[in-house]
């Protein structure tokens, strides 16, 4: 039989899975260049909410009713789905993309240090390390080295920065109290999410045909990284070590930086190579006790 820390290491890797989809969102949202922002993400969130919709059907009525969930469950979801969006959006239009990315993208820290409220959590040296060196990692990514220039006119856009490390953390450290809600639910999130989007986009935006290289981006988009990846990371908030999931989504930036690098759209230097070796070893300091206990585990029953 199975034991808890087995099932939670399962959890852990495919809460993971997440990271790496999100490691495409870079090249994806490249190709889709010229699409509006809002027009973008209802297109990608419609693409997951009907792709989720297909895989519940064919599971029978049974599954397509988990979509029936509390009023509370629906409001932090999608909230934690459309609010990170709409924030990061904002943020990038009233403050210099450096800045706002770097302030964004405090939410892995936030995600750790948030857990520890949570019932049978609890923050030891090594996930704060582990996830500190993470950062690191991600500034000298983000920055390329060089130093920030944070001014006082961009404070409407560093506000909204700040707000989004927030939705996002927050809500992925409350997943924990709704775990026993199916992450196939997440299908209704992403529909109503795609319809928020909708929203912004015909109240500020502009439609523009997406041409075919645009078209195969934004189906790849809302299959992975705006699809698959919100389900993964749903099941992996709820049932996995969510320290170690914060500690590893500094991973992100990396790959995503190392795809772009692979397609030609970036180019490779030693502030890379270091980020590698401070994300790398921080998310393996950040699961010291779930890798320990993991390795234990398999040498006593190899002595049995």
């Known amino acids: ?45 419609s693409i997951a909410f009907f792709s989720g919709l297909i895989v519940l059907a064919r599971k029978g009525k049974e599954s397509l009713s988990k979509l029936k969930q509390r009023p509370l469950v629906w ?22 993309p450096v800045e706002a990315s770097l302030i ?4 892995p820290l936030l995600i750790v240090f948030f857990s520890a409220l949570l019932p049978g959590e609890r923050l030891y040296w090594f996930h ?25 006119e961009h404070t409407t856009g560093y506000l909204a920065a700040i707000a989004c490390a927030l939705t996002w953390s927050g809500y992925s450290v409350l997943n924990r109290k709704f775990s026993h809600v199916p992450s196939e639910a997440v299908t209704g999130f992403c529909g109503a999410t795609a319809l928020l989007g909708l929203a912004c986009h015909l109240f500020i935006e502009s439609w523009v045909t997406p041409d075919l290289t ?14 698959l990846a919100f389900f993964v990371w749903d099941y992996g908030t709820k049932h996995g070590d969510i320290q170690v999931l914060g500690a590893i989504s500094y991973a992100a930036p990396l790959l995503s930086t190392l795809v772009l690098i692979s397609a030609g759209l970036a180019e490779a230097s030693w502030i890379i190579a270091i980020a590698c070796l401070l994300i790398v070893g921080g998310a393996l300091t950040a699961s010291a006790k779930i890798l320990r206990s993991h390795r234990s585990k398999t040498i006593h029953r190899q002595a049995q």
């Open 1 to 45: 039989m199975t034991d808890t820390h087995s099932l939670k290491l399962r959890a852990t890797l495919i809460g993971g899975i997440a990271v790496l989809l999100w490691a495409l969102l870079a090249l994806f949202t490249t190709w889709a260049k010229g699409i509006p922002t809002f027009q973008l993400l209802t297109l990608s969130f």
């Open 75 to 96: 409001i932090i979801s999608v909230g934690g789905l459309f609010g990170y969006h709409f924030l990061y959006f904002l943020a990038l239009h009233n403050a210099p």
């Open 104 to 107: 964004a993208y405090l939410w």
């Open 128 to 152: 704060i390390a582990g996830t500190l060196l993470g950062l690191a990692g991600a500034v000298l990514i983000v920055t390329k080295g060089q130093s920030l220039s944070l001014n006082a």
């Open 214 to 227: 645009q078209s195969i981006a934004i189906i790849a988009l809302g299959i992975g990284p705006v699809g």
